[in-house]
């Protein structure tokens, strides 16, 4: 029965990772903000090639690639993103759309495999212009007035204009199908180190992480930096700087044993050497896969700014701006993880939560959904120098592909 294109190829799954990673590369990374040229090019280039994969290719109208099968038989979906943070590593994302189009490469065209692996690609899970975007949509939960609202983070440039500059106004954006999948699944580098550290080649995800973000913005009085006395300043910056200092002293007698939290931005207003900054703006995550130790921190928060501005002399206000749930991965994709992963990887894998974010906890809000982790070298990511050895890269590409067959064969 299988043919040539129904082996799997540890070779052209590298392959396929490096003629993704020469499309806007940057060192040994890649900056592939939402919406940018190379990574459009990147989409068109996943578009070309889902059809060698039996599939029908569509980017929709809110740059999400989907790659659909005609074949008789159950569907199972399988992806991750293309678009990468800035100046940024080259497997997060990437990875998870290839290892999709290998298993489809494979899978699809086995007249002994009833179904077929549909791929995806979601736009801006790397939250450019908001949070989870495109897998967002596509499970319905991005209304119109969610994208005219949209602003690219780093230019400010409106998401209306990035679609239309990139040929994808007036499309349609695809809504899932209701009952069409059996599932969702998506591999991803760890971006931590307990696979590297464990000698390890899989992570069976469990949960992924929620995620909530604030605007924390300081209001003080700007003015002269030479002849403005200390004891009368109302200086916004350093109204902040304090405040991420008590954050850092109070939140660990509330937080739960995993829970993080970052100041991941700060601004300045007017940012300028000689000028008392009248306002300050700090961007604030917390992540935990418990949303009452996120709640119980939030009301920490909250408190903290109210005693700030009751104290003086600056006044700070807390607004949320996303409230991610955290997501439970189905029982029966670990076990069909873990099951592959015992026949590809000598069983060397381990049950753990994910502390990013990932399309896939948007997906399990309407369909059974899992993920499997390689390992990622040192634990780096969300830099340039992100790395995953290629034997862990064709290993995890095996045991995906292996992952696929057995859940569509349930
Ligand atoms: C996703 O990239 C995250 O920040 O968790
Ligand atoms: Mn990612
Ligand atoms: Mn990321």
Request: net charge negative.
């Amino acid at each position: 029965m299988a043919d040539n294109r129904s082996q799997f190829d540890g070779a052209r799954v590298l392959a396929d990772l490096n003629a993704l990673r020469a499309i806007g590369t940057y060192k040994t990374g890649v900056h592939k903000p939402t919406f940018s040229e190379p990574h459009l090019r990147s989409l068109e280039w996943l578009a070309q090639r889902l059809p060698e994969a039996g599939l029908t290719a569509e980017i929709d109208g809110i740059g999400n690639v989907l790659g659909t099968s005609a074949k008789p038989g159950p569907k199972l979906l399988a992806g991750s993103h293309l678009e990468s943070q800035n100046f940024a590593g080259w497997l997060d994302g990437p990875l998870g759309v290839v290892y999709a189009l290998e298993a489809a490469r494979v899978i699809n065209p086995d007249p002994d495999v009833s179904g077929a692996v549909e791929v995806a690609s979601w736009c801006d899970e790397e939250g450019h212009f908001g949070s989870f975007l495109g897998s967002r949509s596509y499970v319905g939960g991005v209304s119109e007035q969610d994208i005219d609202a949209a602003r690219d983070r780093t230019s400010g440039k409106p998401m209306r204009d990035a679609l239309r500059e990139a040929g994808l106004a007036g499309r349609a954006r695809v809504i899932a199908e209701r009952g069409r999948h059996v599932g969702y699944l998506e591999a991803h580098i760890e971006q931590g180190r307990t696979l590297e550290d464990g000698g390890l080649a899989i992570g069976v995800v469990t949960s992924i992480v929620g995620i909530w973000q604030y605007r924390i913005v300081f209001t003080g009085e700007q003015n002269h930096a030479g002849t403005t006395r200390m004891n009368i300043r109302k200086d916004a910056g350093l109204a902040l700087a304090r405040f991420c200092v008590a954050i850092d002293e109070r939140f660990p007698a509330a937080c739960g044993p995993r829970t993080v939290w970052t100041t991941g931005r700060i601004t300045l207003d007017p940012g300028s050497p000689s000028i008392i900054p009248g306002q300050a703006e700090m961007l604030f995550q917390i992540r935990d896969d418990d949303p009452r130790v996120i709640e119980r921190l939030e009301e920490l928060l909250r408190s903290m700014a109210a005693e700030t501005t009751t104290r003086g002399p600056c006044a700070v206000a807390v607004e949320r701006l996303r409230t991610g749930a955290p997501a439970m991965m189905d029982a029966s994709f670990q076990e069909a993880i873990e099951a592959a992963s015992k026949s590809f990887a000598g069983g060397r894998s381990i049950r753990m939560p994910s502390a990013a974010g990932h399309d896939a906890q948007m997906l399990a809000t309407i369909m059974p959904a899992g993920m499997l982790f390689v390992p990622s070298i040192g634990g780096i990511s969300h830099h340039w120098t992100e790395n995953t050895a290629d034997a862990d890269i064709v290993t995890g590409a095996e045991v995906f592909v292996d992952a696929c067959r057995r859940l569509l064969a349930r």
